[in-house]
């Protein structure tokens, strides 16, 4: 009687598993939120050196009739929603942040690389946002007169985009960019997931020994 044959599975991507991949994919997400993140703070702060606090200057013009360089605080979320409701977003925006940093543990450099692009532009943003909302830019209101003084905890916005008599858009920032580009890149791989990815999410099918003839 011949002793059956012993398999073992093996994993899709034996390399992906190892500490050296986890330190490479924390090391290329934790890159991209810093280089996200950074270029929406200096880009703002850079806005509001230049033209002071909203209303106080009228903006520059950067592609006549269509492209302005001008300040505004935002107190909602993206395109002016939700006015007022500054510690929801706060709340919602550690919610997902944590939510973020879980999947990424998941996550390996060589399988999932746009997903962990996109993690990282959603997370830049997130962070760049929240700390406006937190209120670290040290602003005050310098108008209405009711609120003259008080701390600001709103979203510093700086690109203003205008086709006279087509569309007036609502200002934004570099942070508005990065979270519509993530969540862009979240869309197209619902459509064209990678075969990879599908792959290593799905379960593993338990090694199956050879009968006897």
Not at 113 to 129: D, E, F, R, S
Not at 147 to 174: C, K, S, T, Y
């Amino acid at each position: 009687m011949t002793e059956p044959l012993r398999t073992e599975s093996m994993p899709t991507d034996p390399s992906s598993s190892s500490p050296r991949a986890n330190v490479v994919t924390w090391t290329v997400f934790a890159s991209l939120v810093s280089l996200t993140t950074g270029a929406d703070l200096i880009t703002k702060a850079l806005a509001f050196t230049n033209l002071g606090m909203p209303g106080t200057s009228p903006g520059w013009p950067v592609i006549k009739n269509i492209l302005w360089y001008r300040t505004s605080l935002n107190e909602g979320a993206l395109f002016g929603l939700g006015q007022g409701m500054g510690w929801f977003f706060i709340t919602v925006s550690v919610a997902a942040l944590i939510g973020i940093l879980i999947t990424v543990s998941w996550l390996h450099i060589r399988n999932d690389t746009v997903l962990l692009v996109a993690l990282a532009c959603i997370t830049g943003g997130i962070l760049g946002n929240l700390y406006d909302r937190l209120g670290i830019p040290s602003l005050r209101w310098h108008a209405p007169l009711g609120r003259q003084g008080e701390p600001v905890f709103a979203v510093r916005d700086w690109i203003h985009f205008r086709l006279e008599g087509i569309i007036d858009w609502p200002i934004f920032n570099l942070a508005d960019s990065f979270l519509v580009l993530g969540a862009g890149l979240l869309l197209l791989l619902s459509f064209f997931p990678s075969p990879i990815l599908s792959d290593s999410m799905s379960p593993e099918t338990p090694p199956q020994e050879p009968t006897n003839a």
